[in-house]
């Protein structure tokens, strides 16, 4: 095409000089997303000594595709009150409170329903999943393996960058399909994404490691029992 009327963008330029518009806004629906934190040591120690005390069995409550997962318990409410709080907070402000769209006439506290610690295995995996609550988080204690070495494996040699990586999957507002990958490496260590309940994400294997890792999980409900 060749005509007057062809409109071809180079380098953030178009092939026109154009009027000045000023009355022109851009429109970005409100939507949510997810935090991201780095634990201090102080949490860090906290929630080893959880992992150490750790209770039941729990992998019959959960989607996973891995060797182990045991419930674990936040002593004195010492996680809650020191993290989950201020993570519950910055959400609001930066987001909005998820609590608010869940059908209750009354106004009923926050509070963590379930917490527990998952070690995986090279080849285990957890599906495309959610959780119950209104958030959830992972925290990443130990990542005993480097996505740039994964990559290297035969059979992962493509353009995909999804081996042994944790990703996130939702609908954008056009109908498509979104994914947003967190590489796993040593450097993820202590990372904790704060995100909906009902954000849907996923677990990849890792191979050719004999190590496990370890990762920490919980959901955030409301306690209906409780009117504020």
């Given at each position: 095409m060749n005509?007057?009327?062809?409109?071809?963008?180079?380098?953030?330029?178009?092939?026109?000089?154009?009027?000045?518009?000023?009355?022109?806004?851009?429109?970005?629906?409100?939507?949510?997303?997810?935090?991201?934190?780095?634990?201090?040591?102080?949490?860090?120690?906290?929630l080893w000594?959880?992992?150490?005390?750790?209770?039941?069995?729990?992998?019959?409550?959960?989607?996973?595709?891995?060797?182990?997962?045991?419930?674990?318990?936040?002593?004195?409410?010492?996680?809650?009150?020191?993290?989950?709080?201020?993570?519950?907070?910055?959400?609001?402000?930066?987001?909005?409170?998820?609590?608010?769209d869940f059908?209750?006439?009354?106004?009923?506290?926050?509070?963590?329903?379930?917490?527990?610690?998952?070690?995986?295995?090279?080849?285990?995996?957890?599906?495309?999943?959610?959780?119950?609550?209104?958030?959830?988080?992972?925290?990443?204690?130990?990542?005993?393996?480097?996505?740039?070495?994964?990559?290297?494996?035969?059979?992962?040699?493509?353009?995909?960058?999804?081996?042994?990586?944790?990703?996130?999957?939702?609908?954008?507002?056009?109908?498509?399909?979104?994914?947003?990958?967190?590489?796993?490496?040593?450097?993820?260590?202590?990372?904790?994404?704060?995100?909906?309940?009902?954000?849907?994400?996923?677990?990849?294997?890792?191979?050719?490691?004999?190590?496990?890792?370890?990762?920490?999980?919980?959901?955030?409900?409301?306690?209906?029992?409780?009117?504020?």
């Amino acid at each position: 095409m060749n005509s007057n009327n062809d409109y071809v963008v180079v380098n953030g330029h178009t092939s026109h000089d154009l009027p000045e518009k000023g009355n022109i806004n851009a429109i970005r629906p409100c939507s949510v997303g997810w935090l991201e934190y780095r634990l201090n040591d102080q949490e860090m120690d906290h929630l080893w000594k959880f992992v150490e005390n750790q209770k039941e069995d729990y992998k019959d409550k959960l989607a996973g595709n891995i060797s182990s997962s045991y419930s674990i318990v936040d002593e004195d409410g010492w996680f809650f009150n020191n993290t989950l709080l201020p993570m519950l907070d910055k959400y609001d402000e930066v987001f909005k409170n998820m609590a608010n769209d869940f059908p209750t006439s009354l106004v009923h506290p926050l509070y963590l329903h379930s917490f527990w610690v998952n070690f995986q295995k090279q080849g285990e995996f957890n599906p495309l999943h959610n959780h119950s609550g209104v958030y959830s988080f992972v925290i990443w204690m130990k990542i005993p393996t480097e996505f740039s070495e994964q990559k290297k494996i035969p059979f992962a040699r493509s353009n995909g960058d999804t081996i042994s990586n944790f990703s996130f999957e939702f609908i954008n507002i056009i109908g498509q399909s979104e994914y947003h990958p967190y590489t796993m490496g040593a450097d993820k260590e202590g990372m904790m994404l704060f995100f909906p309940a009902a954000l849907r994400h996923q677990v990849y294997p890792f191979y050719n490691c004999d190590g496990t890792r370890i990762s920490i999980s919980g959901n955030i409900a409301l306690y209906s029992e409780v009117k504020l």
